[in-house]
């Protein structure tokens, strides 16, 4: 008999607070199993950063390869905080100094259609008793907003039968490092008997204890570094799997130590430093932001994308600006803090009709969305909040609506600017079902707020 184990990791998003303790987890576990002579390998499964994180944002990422590095990681693959959080360039230049290979075999470069450089489809690792472990990695081909940023991913339906075919007679076990959520891993384990080991992510889902999908066993440690996958596969002389045994490791269980604290306020301190030395404007009076209503630091925001987009109408919510600016400097860490959420830009085209119903559709939600405490879809803050716009109004009452003070024309058109999060929440359907909509790469919100105030109120 022979025992491998995987070691996984997934979705930390660049919780770095829970990081010494996950360090010293993985570097003992794996000490201890090659100590008893067993196959030990670690894997990370994407999402590792996001530029919520001050430090994260000042060094594009490099200070979670730096991290990920500290572990002799077998192999990682990205999920969208990688892939759409940065720019084509940034996420080319990610990987440099990893010390581990990126495993992605379905996101190519839009120019050449080459899979992309910095990352190899699979790799072979054979074990000391001569078991040969294909293990292949997997993101969530998000079409609509690779595609604006250079990629071109490849979905899960075309990719495996090439992929299966191309390692095929190579490998005793296949190990899928999947981010592709909890659904499409089990749509893998149902069509795919091949597969072994799914370690899945970007879903957040917690397998406890795994799942088991016909033969394939399932396995995922929810997010942001609260647990630790540790699975075990039991092999026969033949080289195959005759028991598979997952469990999650609660990261809040494991010991501290003395430095901890310290050196995760450390990763605060170095991303705040960075960033506050990076001055923005020069601002003659506070712009305070309103929970509610229109405020000097909403007006600022709405100017600031239509702006960057050469637009005449906006749209934002109150939720987005966690606080307002002070009089005087503002740094890129003032934005950080006050933004931090990794939302692109996106341009709306609709005919008139449909802004109507874009409009009354945000005004049926207003109420609602006020206080509706919203995760994910690229919000790092708290509440939704209040909607506002400019350059439309609406008269509920007669249930108009009007365009810089002209009522709309059903059959004309009209663009305006908001942020990408409006494009995947439910509230907005008419965005997604009829709107033309362009996505803005390489910048974020905070970045079109950063240039309007640097070109109204220069240092």
């Not at 892939?83 to 190519?108: C, K, R, T, W």
């Not at 987005?320 to 085209?349: C, N, R, W, Y």
């Not at 609709?350 to 995760?375: A, C, H």
Request: hydrophobic share 40%; net charge negative.
């Amino acid at each position: 008999m022979e025992t491998i184990h995987i070691l996984h990791t997934n979705d930390l998003h660049s919780h770095f607070e829970n990081w010494p303790r996950m360090r010293r987890f993985l570097l003992a576990h794996q000490a201890a199993y090659r100590q008893k002579g067993e196959t030990v390998l670690t894997f990370d499964i994407g999402d590792a950063m996001d530029r919520s994180h001050p430090l994260t944002e000042a060094t594009d990422g490099q200070i979670n390869t730096t991290l990920l590095n500290q572990i002799g990681y077998d192999g990682v693959t990205i999920g969208n905080n990688e892939g759409i959080g940065n720019s084509h360039a940034q996420l080319e230049h990610l990987y440099d100094h990893a010390n581990f290979p990126v495993l992605l075999a379905n996101l190519y470069e839009q120019s050449t259609n080459t899979l992309a450089k910095f990352a190899q489809p699979y790799r072979i690792i054979t074990t000391d008793q001569g078991t040969r472990i294909a293990v292949v990695g997997l993101t969530a081909p998000f079409f609509l907003t690779y595609r604006p940023n250079g990629w071109d991913p490849v979905t899960i339906s075309e990719e495996m039968p090439q992929l299966l075919a191309q390692i095929e007679g190579q490998y005793d076990v296949l190990v899928l490092l999947s981010h592709l959520g909890l659904t499409t891993d089990q749509w893998l384990a149902e069509h795919y008997p091949e597969i072994d080991v799914i370690c899945g992510a970007h879903t957040h889902h917690l397998l406890k204890d795994g799942l088991m999908v016909n033969q394939t066993l399932l396995t995922a440690a929810e997010k942001y570094g609260h647990y630790i996958g540790d699975t075990t596969l039991t092999l026969d002389a033949n080289h195959r799997p005759v028991d598979r045994k997952a469990r999650t490791v609660l990261t809040a269980d494991l010991p501290e130590e003395a430095a901890d604290e310290a050196e995760i306020a450390g990763y605060l301190a170095q991303g705040h430093a960075q960033l506050a030395a990076q001055v923005v404007a020069d601002l003659p009076e506070a712009l305070p932001i309103a929970t509610i209503g229109e405020s000097p630091m909403m007006t600022a925001g709405l100017k600031a994308i239509e702006a960057a987009t050469q637009t005449e109408a906006a749209v934002l919510n109150t939720g987005l600006f966690l606080g307002g600016l002070e009089a005087g400097l503002v740094t890129k860490d003032d934005l950080q803090s006050q933004l931090p959420h990794p939302m692109h830009l996106i341009k709306v085209t609709l005919k008139g009709y449909d802004l109507w119903r874009l409009v009354l559709e945000m005004e049926k939600n207003r109420l609602f969305l006020r206080k509706f405490p919203i995760k994910g879809m690229s919000f790092r803050g708290k509440i939704f909040g209040d909607i506002v716009y400019d350059g439309i109004t609406v008269d509920m009452t007669l249930r108009r609506v009007f365009w810089h003070g002209q009522e709309i024309d059903p059959e004309a058109s009209y663009t305006l600017t908001t942020v990408d999060h409006y494009l995947f929440i439910p509230f907005f359907p008419t965005i997604e079902i009829v709107g033309e909509t362009e996505i803005m790469f390489p910048d974020f919100l905070r970045n079109a707020v950063a240039t309007y105030l640097t070109q109204k109120y220069p240092v």
